[in-house]
């Protein structure tokens, strides 16, 4: 669940102060209504605008106030004594804070009277997304107050309160108070209005103390703003990648990722940076875990007096002809160049001889003093390179450059492509970091600017390549909130698309480090279709451009271009009269030889499915009976390019003049949909006289996923009879409506026949129905002239889930019963139809919530135990999906330096059975666990030869729980999950006890591969595992062996209190040292610097630094470093440890 606030700044960026209406001990919602304001008061007129204050402090409020314009929006406003209670949006978007009107000094809003209220309604600007909010308050009572602190969405004049909580609130003394209440998701919309309201329930006066603009000390929290369709999601375990240890090549910064799939895998190549730049590779199965190769660094700088002896950066890779090729950037100390190099394999690489590949410019050119950040794309046997150039006005900008053999290049001659933007923009300094990829139809470049405040990334589409237009909705990812991992910038993109899904790795920093992200956009649809019909020459029709369901898409504008065979069917006009898109205005057309097209945009996004725009077309007179044209819609183009648009034609037919009948079917239908055909005849301008009895042949298409269910006579031939013949297989139906005496005149609807859609199809189809034979007769026996039309349904298919996949990303591990047990536990929803646990994709109709259709793996309805069953059948098994991974919002429910740990002891070593018990634990005294209510965790155990799982025992936290445990001896690999099925349990101990088998004297080591815990409400609890190795010996560390091997075992006990033992074993004599950092690599102890014989060794450590002071709970790493003595073989190890007080 996202906590803060991120909205889509309209055509201006601001920095937007509101001011919102404070009502005490009143109901009262104040109407109002915008008003741009575009001057600065002077100090004494009392008018109510709040200024920007200079004076911010911008490591708090990172984005800046300066030099952003004199913009303001003014809401109406009331007054309490001398102030004004104000909620304030940061122009980085990052919360809403309380703030008094005149000064810094701090204000005091109080409520008088039980029942009194303040309430702050705020007008939206576009939907939000998400269901939790924040009080974050400073507040006092005289002794003890109750307060209520209410969420209200109000719309067309109704309330619905979306959350709700009561606090106590104790003493005379301002004291923080931070609420987080969950509540409803309305999918709110542009124009809702959010009340956020504190009611006094009980007690003695209580107040808010307002500290101001600088601290905005009181503030509220709500969802993120779901601004529009480009916007990414930040994955929630990042930083994926994190900087290496103390004194390893990468210890102090990350740089520019580079993704490729090769293999199987994803390969990632990246910068960083122990004391110069270099380049590395590391290697994942999903893109999110990832191990560094042992090979780091696979690209080093050059040799002194190179031309890139002072750092190699910025590595971009691709595989080709069966080589992996690799441009990047090197420097000499003075200019930034691009060269080139290529591998085998992706780890042993050899650079170019004729280095540098690309230099920098001549002087006083846009490129003089760098170029750097390539982005290679080979087609039609043709390199195509983006690069960033720099000159000595330190101002970036992005060029284009080609080649025919990777390394001799050819700069545009009109360079640069890309430039930085104006000077209120978000990219007003300079652009720069682009990576390119071509979808098919267009070039898509995500990009980096920089504002003199913040980096952010943007996006850009060119036909080209060369003339770029970049995203009305830039920039496309943010900073993250305060205090996150990459609350300064975000910088260096890297997009592939995979899976229908754009997956993007990034770098973040915080101020202090830079380190590699992840994000994910699923490629959204949109179907677009137009119907078949039919009409005489020299009639006018309309025929509409039907659009499935477009909420949510942020759809701003769209181009529409369909062509016709002119001989049959002359286009005229377009209107959006009448169709979802009206509130835009007229679409501006242009016709030429029976080809239309239609751009139309608006300041709302489209809602709903039906007409998009309705064309206009004539008939030409000189077309005759039967002749027929296709309207192909050529292209349809949303806002850019997305989301995309899945195009089906329509057949117009030439008729003779008549009574026209039509089958009138709706725009859509959804799997296992019950949906009519109306039959219906004459027209208000060709009404039917005299109708006695009417036969036909209707005939229907894509019969796999419709059939046929029964029928009900129209009202329009009054007291009439009917027969109908049914025929599914082929696609037909043969019916007879007729009355006994006399007919009827008019027009209306004379039969009406039910179908339904499948319950097994995924792919939407369209299904048309036409009438093959028609015959009509009057009273007296005279044949009616009827003319036919065929109509079109589009049918959308169902949501594959695959059994036992609860979280829908693509594999089945035990985190699946997470999902089921604290997510989406207890819920109903459709069944399935033929469910099974068969693992095979399996249709189903989407629940509310959408995520928990996936939960109910065995398809019966309920989401419950029984659905475990599936995941321990299917385990292990995988699939190909379009969704991205649905997890469990992690909410901040820990506020110390370190968040309660599980970790591993082992213990009962028995000697005639081999066997040992390892305990898995979970919290301490110190850090205990608040609610939980299941815990899940892969273990892999390896570094020996014999081991083999045997059984388990649940442990005695959490209570009452049950427990699946899946092992597999082969692959090393044992996953669990510990649940209860009613509520959570609070405190620490043991969640689970493994039985292992292994023989005397046999190290093992066991590394958590994963872990995920969720509370009774489904959020995540957030933990430390101990997941570098963990060794236990057993029994004994040493045996008899002389060791062959460096080795440094986990120190034991861990977490500890006060002290541990690390043991660590030398195989030569060596200058042996092992030394304790802390998170920050900073060194607080050298435990030992001395020359070791052969054997086995252990320390201890005490927990305090070398002046003998006491450390403080933590995260701590130590390191053993060997110098051998004779060989010279140089060794260094280092694993985390815990220290919990």
């Known amino acids: 669940m996202k906590m803060c606030i991120k909205i889509k700044l309209t055509l201006f960026l601001i920095q937007l102060a509101v001011y919102m209406t404070v009502n005490a001990g009143t109901n009262e919602i104040r109407k109002y209504n915008y008003q741009k304001v575009n001057q600065i008061p002077s100090a004494n007129e009392e008018i109510n605008i709040i200024q920007i204050n200079n004076s911010l402090n911008k490591s708090k409020y990172h984005y800046g106030y300066q030099n952003m314009g004199r913009k303001f929006i003014e809401l109406s406003s009331q007054t309490i004594g001398t102030n004004i209670l104000y909620l304030r949006l940061d122009y980085n978007l990052e919360n809403f804070a309380l703030s008094p009107f005149r000064s810094n000094d701090p204000a005091q809003i109080s409520l008088l009277s039980n029942g009194a209220a303040i309430t702050l309604p705020y007008k939206l600007t576009d939907e939000i997304s998400g269901n939790t909010y924040g009080f974050h308050l400073l507040m006092a009572s005289l002794s003890s107050t109750i307060f209520k602190f209410e969420i209200i969405l109000e719309r067309n004049s109704n309330q619905y309160t979306l959350a709700d909580t009561t606090s106590e609130i104790r003493g005379t003394t301002f004291k923080r108070i931070n609420i987080k209440i969950k509540g409803l998701d309305l999918n709110t919309a542009k124009g809702d209005i959010i009340i956020l309201k504190i009611t006094r329930v009980s007690g003695v006066e209580g107040g808010i103390l307002c500290n101001g603009l600088n601290n905005a000390d009181s503030y509220i929290e709500v969802p993120y703003f779901n601004y529009d369709n480009t916007k990414w999601e930040k994955y929630l375990e990042n930083p994926i990648i994190d900087l290496g240890m103390p004194e390893e090549w990468d210890t102090h910064d990350l740089l520019c990722p580079c993704i490729i799939l ?24 999903n893109g999110l875990t990832w191990n560094k190769v042992n090979n780091n660094p696979i690209l080093v700088t050059g040799h002194s007096g190179e031309w890139d002896d002072n750092g190699v950066v910025q590595p971009f890779v691709i595989f080709h002809d069966n080589v992996f090729k ?32 690309l230099d920098v410019g001549q002087a ?36 284009y450059a080609t080649s025919y053999n990777g390394f001799d290049w050819i700069k545009y001659e009109n360079n640069p492509v890309l430039e930085s933007g104006f000077s209120d923009e978000w990219d007003s300094i300079w652009v720069s970091q682009p990576l390119v990829i071509f979808d098919g139809q267009n070039y898509l470049m995500w990009y980096t600017g920089y504002d003199g405040y913040n980096m952010k990334i943007g996006k850009a589409v060119s ?75 020299g009639d006018t029709i309309t025929v509409p451009v039907i659009v499935s369901d477009v909420s949510r898409k942020n759809i701003l504008s769209a181009a529409i271009f369909a062509e016709t065979n002119s001989n049959i069917l002359i286009p005229l006009e377009a209107s959006t009269i009448g169709s979802i898109a009206e509130t835009w205005g007229e679409p501006t057309t242009n016709i030429s030889d029976g080809r239309i097209s239609l751009a139309m945009a608006g300041t709302s996004p489209l809602i709903g499915s039906g007409p998009l725009a309705y064309i ?14 296709t309207i192909h819609i050529e292209n349809v183009i949303f806002n850019e390019g997305e989301p995309d648009a899945i195009t089906n034609d329509g057949i117009f037919r030439v008729i003779g003049t008549g009574v ?69 297989q082929n696609g037909t139906i043969s019916a007879s409506v007729y009355r006994f005496s006399g007919g009827n005149s008019g027009n209306g609807t004379l039969l009406r026949l039910k179908f339904k859609v499948s319950d097994s199809f995924i792919d939407s189809k369209n299904v048309s129905f036409n009438f093959s034979a028609l015959q009509a007769h009057n009273s007296n026996g005279n044949e009616i002239g009827l003319l036919p039309e065929r109509s079109n349904i589009a049918v959308l298919g169902g949501i594959p889930v695959w059994p036992g996949d609860a979280n829908n990303d693509s594999q089945v591990s035990i985190f699946d019963i997470n999902q089921i047990v604290a997510v989406h536990w207890n819920k109903t929803g459709p069944k399935r139809v033929d469910a099974s646990i068969e693992w095979k994709a399996q249709l189903c109709l989407p629940w509310d919530p959408f995520e928990a259709t996936y939960s109910d793996c065995n398809g019966n309805g309920n989401i419950d135990i029984f659905d475990i069953n599936s995941v321990v059948i299917n385990f292990g098994k995988t699939h190909e999906s379009s969704k991205t991974i649905l997890t469990s919002a992690k909410i901040e429910l820990y506020k110390s330096s370190v968040a309660p740990p599980i970790f591993l002891e082992p213990r009962d070593y028995d000697d005639i059975t081999d066997c040992f018990w390892l305990d898995v634990k979970i919290g301490t005294v110190d850090l205990p666990i608040n609610d939980l209510k299941v815990a899940s965790f892969e273990l892999n155990y390896s570094n020996c030869d014999e081991i083999k799982y045997k059984s388990y025992e649940l442990g005695n936290f959490p209570a009452e729980a049950q427990a699946t445990v899946v092992a597999d001896d082969t692959t090393r690999k044992l996953s669990a999950s510990i649940y209860r099925i009613n509520g959570g349990d609070n405190g620490s101990g043991t969640l689970i006890s493994l039985k292992f088998n292994s023989e005397k004297g046999n190290p093992v080591d066991f590394a958590f591969n994963g872990v995920l815990a969720n509370n009774s409400d489904g959020d995540e609890i957030v933990l430390t595992p101990m997941d570098t190795t963990i060794v236990t010996s057993i029994p004994a560390i040493a045996g008899n062996n002389v060791p062959d091997k460096y080795y440094l075992f986990q120190n034991y006990p861990n977490p500890f209190n006060p002290e541990t033992i690390i043991h660590y074993q030398v195989p030569s004599e060596a200058k042996i040292t092992l030394r304790v950092f802390n998170l920050n690599g900073q060194l607080v102890k050298t435990l030992l610097s001395e020359i070791h014989k052969i054997g086995d060794y252990s320390k201890t450590w005490d927990g305090k630094d070398e002046s003998g002071n006491i450390l403080p709970s933590g995260v701590y790493f130590y390191q053993l470093k060997a110098q051998a003595e004779n060989t010279g073989e140089n060794f260094m190890e280092t694993r985390k440890m815990v220290l919990v007080r």
């Open 616 to 629: 206009n077309y004539i008939v030409n007179p000189s077309a005759v009976v039967n002749d027929t044209t």
């Open 463 to 537: 036909a080209d390549g060369i003339n770029w237009i970049k995203h009305e909705n830039n920039p496309i990812l943010y900073p993250g909130i305060s205090n996150s991992w990459d609350e300064i910038d975000v910088s260096y993109p890297n997009v592939i698309y995979d899976n229908s899904t754009f997956k993007m790795w990034y770098i973040g920093n915080d101020g202090a480090n830079s380190r590699i992200g992840y994000a994910t956009k699923v490629k959204t649809q949109v179907n677009v279709f137009i119907p078949d019909t039919a009409a005489a020459s």
């Open 326 to 357: 690799m441009w990047y950037a090197g420097s000499d100390g003075f200019n930034w160049r691009i060269g080139y190099a290529t591998s085998t394999d992706g780890v042993v690489w050899h650079k170019f001889t004729a280095n540098p590949i």
């Open 660 to 728: 026209p009948i039509i089958p009138i079917a709706p725009d859509t239908v959804f799997i296992s949909d019950e949906f009519w055909i109306d039959i219906s005849i004459g027209s208000s301008t060709h009404p039917v006289n005299d109708l006695k009895i009417v036969s036909f042949e209707l005939e229907y298409t894509n019969t796999d996923i419709v059939d046929y269910v029964s029928y009900e006579i129209g009202s329009f031939l009054s007291g009439a009879q009917a027969n109908v013949i049914p025929d599914d």
């Open 262 to 285: 090769a293999n199987n895998k994803y390969q990632m190549f990246y910068s960083g940076r122990g004391g110069v730049w270099q380049v590395g590779l590391t290697v994942s199965s």
């Open 364 to 399: 006083a050119s846009w490129d003089e003093a760098t170029v750097a950040r390539p982005s290679v794309i080979i087609q039609n046997n043709e390199y195509r390179m983006w690069y960033v150039g720099k000159n000595n006005k330190n101002e970036f900008n992005i060029g």
